[in-house]
């Protein structure tokens, strides 16, 4: 991988153009087992029982939600967010079939999107480091945090690299260049004052040395050898510090003398039973409604703000029905796709009984089936039953165009299925029940529309 893209690059993932080779990075970090010992020993801090609702806040590939989902079983919800849309689309792609427990979701770490106290543990690990407002973060993970519940973040302090070979000067100032490589490289030495600000409570801090004696292994997961290159070139070190640093590494590797070691640490802390009202969103830690700054909206703004944004929701669901595609070079109108997806889906079904469920007619769903034809996408097939019983059977373009959509559709629910298991079984039912009239109103407009004019 391009290991010069991983300080910078998880800090905005999608603008890095490096995507590939950082969920690449997770991938091999992650399966180091002195990685996995770390990860471990922060599940086992969370507490967790089967039931529990948990966010994985900067899930990246969504790993540890996989394993916390294992934790608390079926009866249990665990929520990852995170700020990159590549991530969430591996996370989802990675997820184990059977962990239906487990959701993904895009969001920013300081405006989750969930209400308050919806969580009975909170993780976030290699979170703050790459954030460049971790006091805001930590504030937003307390928030979703319920009373009682427990957060578990671990962040490494690239403060406490030691390395060895090496000059101690030349090695003390290429520790405070890499330091300084990341929005908040110091990081894990600030988390017990960190939730302590946020108001948790019984907070402790444990460390967790990483050592490494291998120099190729030291190179690719601590970004070792980009570090002294970019130290170098900003005059950090000279060039000549460099030169000499990189052969005493390479000579003590050799003889099996190189080390490497850096700590991370784990803060543990608890939101308390009683939370104090500041910050917390009151007495009780619910129901205060926020704009998307966190201060709290006056009654008739909140329904403006939520008629503005089911306008929004309308229309772009429209737009997403309406847009056309192409497959293997073949334009697709929205409609087209639908009867191909269809046709995937009720393989038996004829064409009136598509006709049904696409809501048109017959005469309009032979009309499609020409189109498709004649696009390669599909093909009819006479049932010798009944003369007017054709059957549609998809040609390799038409299941991956049926596959596409059913990619495109699979990848907002799960993100929009993520954000609701988050919420109150309460909370659900009121929503569903808006729902249900908003649907019986948009149905009852389209039929009074032509009596408005």
């Known amino acids: ?26 991938r091999f970090v992650n399966h180091l087992s002195q990685v996995r010992g770390v990860k471990e020993r922060s599940r086992r801090a969370l507490g967790l029982r089967s039931g529990d609702r948990v966010l994985d806040a900067g899930t990246g590939l969504g790993l540890d939600a996989g394993l916390i989902g294992l934790e608390v079983g079926p009866t249990g919800l665990v929520l990852g967010v ?8 591996a996370a989802c792609a990675a997820k184990d079939a059977g962990l239906g427990q487990v959701g993904f979701a895009l969001g920013d770490a300081v405006a989750l999107p969930c209400p308050d106290g919806a969580f009975d543990a909170v993780h976030a690990e290699r979170l703050l480091q790459v954030h460049r407002e971790p006091a805001r973060v930590v504030a937003e993970l307390a928030r979703v945090l319920r009373p009682g519940g427990r957060l578990v973040s671990v962040e490494p302090d690239w403060g406490t690299m030691a390395i060895d070979p090496g000059a101690p000067d030349v090695v003390r100032r290429l520790v405070r260049y890499c330091a300084g490589a990341f929005p908040d490289g110091w990081t894990g030495r600030t988390l017990g004052r960190r939730l302590r600000a946020a108001g948790l409570v019984d907070i402790q801090v444990e460390p967790e040395v990483v050592v490494l004696t291998d120099l190729s292994l030291a190179l690719k997961v601590m970004n070792l050898g980009p570090f002294i290159d970019e130290a170098a070139a900003s005059g950090a070190i000279s060039g000549e510090e460099r030169q000499v640093l990189l052969a005493d590494l390479a000579d003590a590797d050799r003889e099996g003398d190189f080390f490497f070691a850096m700590t991370t640490f784990r803060a543990i802390g608890g939101r308390p039973e009683a939370p104090p009202s500041a910050g917390m969103g009151g007495p009780t830690g619910k129901g205060v409604a926020r704009s998307d700054r966190g201060s709290p909206l006056a009654p008739d703004q909140l329904v403006l703000d939520l008629l503005d944004h089911l306008s929004r929701i309308v229309a772009l669901g429209a737009a997403i029905e309406r847009e056309p595609v192409e497959i293997d070079g073949c334009r697709l109108s929205a409609s087209e796709l639908h009867l191909v997806d269809s046709a995937s889906r009720y393989a038996g079904m004829g064409l009136s009984g598509h006709a049904a469920r696409l809501g048109v007619t017959r005469g309009a769903v032979t009309q ?5 034809e004649e696009k390669g996408c599909l093909v009819r097939v006479s049932d010798p039953g009944d003369r007017r019983g054709a059957r549609l059977a998809l040609t390799g373009t038409g299941r991956r165009a049926a596959a596409w959509h059913v990619a495109l559709h699979a990848r907002i629910e799960d993100e929009v299925r993520g954000v609701l298991v988050a919420m109150e079984d309460d909370e659900r039912e009121r929503l569903l029940a808006f729902f249900s009239r908003f649907e019986t109103m948009l149905a009852r407009s389209i039929a009074e529309r032509d009596e408005m004019k």
Not at 368 to 372: G, T
Request: hydrophobic content about 45%; aromatic content about 6%.
């Open 1 to 26: 991988m391009d290991e010069q893209s991983v300080p910078a690059g998880f800090g905005d993932v999608d603008r890095s153009g490096a995507s590939a080779d950082l969920v690449a990075y997770l």
């Open 368 to 372: 499609m089936v020409r189109r498709l």
């Open 82 to 89: 995170d700020a990159s849309r590549d991530m969430i689309r």
